[in-house]
């Protein structure tokens, strides 16, 4: 898997976690993507928030998701932590 496979893997993810009723269009914030040796780990903001600079529009809880190159596994993070470590658990448990 290459990185725009897995970019594309979780945007779809996204998509579909979507509210069908108040959408939020997000966009994966490309030059925050982390690259390991295993894979990455890609971060999103809401559109209007990255377009308007308004905090009212800024997503909160929307925790970073980790691609596997290898596996194509898709795992979400969380928040409560830096990425840093769920990038550590990440990685203890390959």
């Not at 290459?2 to 966009?27: F, G, H, T, W």
């Not at 928030?49 to 929307?62: A, K, Q």
């Not at 980790?66 to 840093?84: F, K, P, S, W």
Request: proline share 2%; net charge negative; aromatic share 12%.
């Amino acid at each position: 898997m290459n990185r725009e496979e897995a970019q594309k893997l979780v945007e779809s993810e996204i998509s579909r976690l979507q509210n069908q009723y108040d959408p939020i269009e997000c966009i994966v914030l490309e030059d925050e993507t982390i690259e390991k040796d295993w894979g990455w780990v890609f971060f999103y903001q809401s559109k209007d928030y990255l377009e308007s600079g308004d905090f009212r529009d800024m997503l909160c809880g929307n925790a970073p998701y980790i691609v596997n190159r290898h596996t194509g596994a898709l795992t979400e993070t969380g928040t409560a932590h830096n990425i840093e470590h769920y990038i550590n658990e990440y990685e203890a448990a390959l």
